[in-house]
């Protein structure tokens, strides 16, 4: 079982709809939690993280954290087509020697015009 | 405005040969990061470095070596490229703190012939 899990995608949506996109992890212990935007082509750029239950909202992107349920997911309202890339999901694990994030596979977005 | 800069953007080299890839960073972290990313299998860490001189293995580190002789500086060696080798490589880069974020540079997209 890897130890952060996103479904691949790729997930389509039409503009102006909600993305949801979401993350499973498997250490009990992580501690805070990151969702990152990658352009094809491009480096990873951070959007937002978290580390308290429950919802933490900036601008259209909501991140929710559930603990107890160990998943965090990444809201995306009124999509744009230049929101179209891939979301990578990042967990600061509890045993974490040299301060590391551990990345999921990401989940390919498409917001279709 | 924080940077991470990898020393090149493309490179193509030749089985057998001796490849350096070079990373540096602006913003006093102690840890650094090179990573691999794939179609499909997402971002892998080959090695990281928590301070200078010292280095951990990652998930993948073979075939690798690193060098961290300045804390801003943390340079990858591919001590004799192979063709599975030719990949895009991400170095990142990150402060104390469990809430901190990682910066990654620009990547490096190696390709060996």
């Known amino acids: 079982q890897k130890e952060v899990e996103q479904n691949s995608g790729p997930l389509s949506v039409p503009e102006g709809a909600i993305a949801s996109l979401n993350c499973t992890y498997s250490?009990?212990?992580?501690?805070?939690f990151f969702w990152y935007r990658q352009y094809s082509g491009k480096s990873p750029e951070l959007i937002m993280f978290i580390y308290s239950n429950g919802d933490k909202e900036d601008g259209r992107f909501t991140a929710q954290l559930n603990k107890a349920s160990q998943y965090v997911s990444l809201l995306i309202r009124d999509s744009q087509p230049s929101d179209s890339a891939t979301y990578l999901c990042?967990?600061?694990?509890?045993?974490?020697?040299?301060?590391?994030?551990?990345f999921g596979g990401g989940t390919r977005l498409m917001v279709k015009p | 405005d924080v940077k991470v800069t990898q020393s090149s953007r493309y490179l193509v080299k030749r089985t057998g040969e001796k490849v350096f890839l070079e990373c540096v960073q602006d913003m006093d972290h102690e840890n650094m990061f090179w990573y691999r990313q794939d179609p499909g299998l997402g971002l892998r860490l080959i090695y990281f470095s928590y301070d200078v001189k010292m280095k951990e293995k990652g998930d993948i580190p073979e075939g690798y070596s690193v060098s961290r002789e300045k804390k801003e500086r943390f340079s990858l060696i591919l001590e004799s490229a192979s063709t599975n080798q030719t990949s895009m490589y991400l170095c990142a880069s990150r402060g104390l703190g469990r809430n901190t974020e990682a910066f990654f540079g620009q990547g490096t997209r190696l390709t060996v012939v």
């Open positions: 250490d009990r212990g992580s501690q805070s």
């Open positions: 990042a967990v600061n694990p509890y045993n974490n020697a040299g301060n590391m994030l551990t």
